[in-house]
């Protein structure tokens, strides 16, 4: 079965970078779309960020310009370039990779920013 694993969670400072990366543990034929998620506590699931086959890209509002989404189709691997962090990017991330009716999650990695 295959596996996503996120990395590249921590503390850090506001005002501060982190990079997670994503990654599947096998290679995937024909994803669509690779997204970033995050949760706070007490709060639902947002989606972050969006990356597709193609290379567009789509971004919530509370991170334009803040954060950027990349892969690499041939390692089936995202990033999310994470920059001027903010207390309320505090959250646990996760990453989802879509392959026609394949959906597959990662466990999620924490990101804490100190103000």
């Known amino acids: 079965q295959v596996r996503v694993v996120e990395s590249g969670g921590g503390l850090v400072q506001a005002g501060g970078s982190l990079r997670l990366s994503c990654a599947a543990s096998?290679?995937?034929?024909?994803?669509?779309?690779m997204n970033w998620y995050r949760q706070a506590p007490g709060k639902q699931r947002e989606l972050v960020a969006t990356?597709?086959?193609?290379?567009?890209?789509n971004y919530a509002d509370s991170v334009k310009g803040r954060f950027t989404i990349s892969r690499d189709n041939a390692k089936n691997t995202v990033w999310l370039q994470m920059n001027s962090l903010k207390p309320e990017d505090t959250a646990i991330y996760y990453c989802?990779?879509?392959?026609?009716?394949?959906?597959?999650w990662g466990q999620g990695t924490q990101v804490t920013v100190s103000s």
């Open positions: 989802r990779i879509v392959a026609g009716s394949l959906t597959l």
């Open positions: 096998a290679y995937i034929f024909n994803i669509n779309v």
């Open positions: 990356i597709t086959g193609g290379g567009g890209t």
